[in-house]
C-alpha cells in the first residue's frame, strides 16, 4: 500500500498517456472539483482528473467522509429532542475504538469496492495500474456516495421524527385497544420500511451508475504494431505464409492472420436481428460453445457492447428472483409452516419481499461477473504474465446468461426449502446426520450450486483461453 501511495503521481501520468487519444489530451481539473462533479458527470470527472495521484484522491475520500459524519450528525441533532451537534460530536469522540472500528469498516468497504471494480476498468497495462485507476477512482466518487448516504439519513431521520413519532402517539389508545387495524393504518405507517428502501434503491443505482461510468471511463485503442500471432498458442507468425500452418500447434495460418479470422461476437454484428434475438443467440453460443465463442471475440471492440449486453441479463436475474421468492413462499403454505395468507403478510409481500429479491438479484449477476472475472483473470494473468482483466471482463459480461440458466435452476429448489422440512425424506435425513431439517435442506442446495460453480468457471476459464491471444 505504501508503495502505491508513494508513486501515485507517477502511474497516474504513465496510465493516462499509455493509451491512445486517452485522458492525457482532456484538460486537467482540480481534484476538489471531484466533490460537486462526480456525480453530475462521473465519466467526464473521471477523465479529467486522470493525472490526479492517489495521495489526491484519497484526500478527497478522506474529506467526503468527514463531512458525511458532520451532516449526518447534524441532522440526528435536528430531529433529537435531547442533543445537540457538540453534545453528539462528544460522545463520538469519547468512544475512540468505536471511532476506529467505523473507520476501518469505511475503508474496508471502499478497499473491496475498488478491487470489485478492477475488471470494470481496466486496459492493456500492469496488473497495478489496472489497480491504481479503480482505486482512485473510487475515492475521488466518495462525495457521490456521501451525498446519497446522507440524504437517505436525512428522508428516514426526518419522517421518523415528524410523521411516524406524531402518528403513533396519536393513535396509542387505538393501538393498544385493538380497535385499530393493520388495513386501517395510514399508507406510509404501512409502507415505512418499503418507502426508504425504495429511496434507498435509487439513491444507491445512482452512486453505481456513477462508479460504472467513471471507473470504465477510459477510452480502447487497438495496440498499433500488433504481433501477428497464432490464434491458438499465441505463436509469433510474422512472415509466415497464409496457405501455411502454425510450427507449433499446426493451427492454419489464415484462421489466425487473415482479416475475418476474427469476426466479433453475434452481439456486436447483429445486423437485422432484433436485440433480442441477438442476446438469446449470443448467450445460447456462449453456453454451449465458451472456447470457440473466445475465438470469435473481438477484444479490442468499444466496451459499450458487452456493457449493454448485462442489462438485460440483471433485469432477467430480477424477474427470476421475485419467481424463486413465490415458489418459496408457496412450499411454505404447502407445508402448513405458513398459515393463512393474511392482509399483513401478502402486503409484506408484494411491497418489500419481491422487490428486495429482485434487486438483489439484478445486482448479483453484475456483481457476480465483476468478482469471476477479476478472480479468474487475475489468476490467467499471473499465469500468461499479462493483463487479461479486460478480456476477462468482457468473457464474464457474456457468461452471465449462464448465470440466469443457474439462477432459473434455483427456482424448484426454492420450493423444496419451503415444502421440506415436515417431510419424511428430511426428516430421515436430519436424523441420519443428527442435524436440524433445515440445515440439511441447506448443505443440500448448497452441493446442488457447487456443481452448478464449477462448471460457471470452467466456461468462463475456457472463454478467456480462446480470446487470450486476440490481436484484434
Not at 187 to 196: I, P, S, T
Amino acid at each position: 500500500m505504501t508503495d502505491l501511495l508513494e508513486n501515485g503521481d507517477v502511474e497516474a501520468s504513465h496510465c493516462a498517456a499509455s493509451l491512445p487519444g486517452a485522458a492525457a489530451s482532456e484538460a486537467r481539473w482540480s481534484v476538489w472539483r471531484a466533490f460537486w462533479a462526480a456525480g453530475l458527470g462521473p465519466a467526464t470527472t473521471a477523465r479529467h482528473l486522470a493525472h490526479a495521484g492517489l495521495l489526491k484522491a484519497f484526500a478527497v475520500h478522506a474529506a467526503s467522509v468527514i463531512l458525511l459524519v458532520f451532516g449526518a450528525t447534524v441532522v440526528a441533532a435536528a430531529v433529537s429532542e435531547d442533543s445537540t451537534w457538540v453534545e453528539i460530536w462528544d460522545d463520538i469522540f469519547r468512544d475512540m475504538f468505536g471511532l476506529g472500528v467505523f473507520a476501518a469498516t469505511i475503508e474496508a468497504g471502499t478497499l473491496v469496492l475498488a478491487l470489485l471494480l478492477v475488471p470494470w476498468g481496466a486496459r492493456e497495462e500492469k496488473l497495478q495500474t489496472s489497480l491504481r485507476w479503480s482505486m482512485r477512482t473510487v475515492w475521488q466518487q466518495s462525495m457521490h456516495v456521501a451525498v446519497a448516504s446522507l440524504a437517505l439519513h436525512v428522508l428516514v431521520s426526518f419522517w421518523e421524527r415528524f410523521l411516524w413519532k406524531p402518528w403513533y402517539a396519536a393513535y396509542t389508545p387505538a393501538l393498544n385497544s385493538g380497535v385499530l387495524n393493520w388495513s386501517a393504518r395510514p399508507w406510509y405507517v404501512r409502507h415505512a420500511d418499503e418507502c426508504a428502501g425504495y429511496v434507498g434503491v435509487l439513491l444507491y443505482a445512482w452512486v453505481l451508475w456513477g462508479l460504472l461510468r467513471a471507473v470504465g471511463s477510459r477510452p480502447l485503442a487497438a495496440p498499433a504494431d500488433a504481433t501477428p500471432a497464432c490464434q491458438l498458442c499465441g505463436y509469433n507468425l510474422t512472415g509466415a505464409a497464409t496457405e501455411g500452418a502454425c510450427p507449433e500447434c499446426g493451427e492454419s495460418v489464415a484462421a489466425s492472420i487473415m482479416p475475418d479470422s476474427r469476426p466479433g461476437v453475434l452481439w456486436e454484428r447483429r445486423g437485422a436481428l432484433s436485440r433480442r434475438q441477438a442476446w438469446w443467440q449470443t448467450a445460447w453460443q456462449a453456453i454451449r460453445t465458451p472456447r470457440q465463442f473466445g475465438r470469435q471475440m473481438q477484444v479490442y471492440s468499444p466496451p459499450a457492447a458487452y456493457r449493454q449486453f448485462l442489462l438485460p441479463s440483471m433485469v432477467g436475474g430480477a424477474l427470476i428472483g421475485m419467481v424463486g421468492v413465490l415458489a418459496c413462499y408457496a412450499g411454505l403454505l404447502q407445508s402448513g409452516r405458513v398459515g393463512s395468507m393474511s392482509y399483513e403478510v401478502l402486503d409484506d409481500l408484494l411491497w418489500l419481499v419481491l422487490p428486495v429479491a429482485a434487486t438483489a438479484c439484478g445486482i448479483s449477476i453484475l456483481t457476480t461477473s465483476l468478482f469471476f472475472a477479476g478472480t479468474v483473470g487475475a489468476i490467467m494473468s499471473l499465469a500468461n504474465r499479462r493483463n487479461l482483466l479486460p478480456l476477462a471482463m468482457r468473457c464474464a459480461a457474456y457468461t452471465s446468461g449462464f448465470l440466469l440458466l443457474w439462477m432459473a435452476a434455483n427456482v424448484l429448489p426454492a420450493f423444496i426449502y419451503g415444502l421440506a422440512p415436515g417431510t419424511r425424506l428430511f426428516q430421515t435425513l436430519a436424523a441420519m446426520l443428527q442435524a436440524d431439517e433445515d440445515d440439511v435442506v441447506l448443505l443440500l442446495w448448497g452441493v446442488f450450486n457447487l456443481f452448478w460453480l464449477a462448471a460457471y468457471v470452467r466456461k468462463l476459464h475456457a472463454m478467456i483461453q480462446g480470446a487470450r491471444f486476440a490481436t484484434r
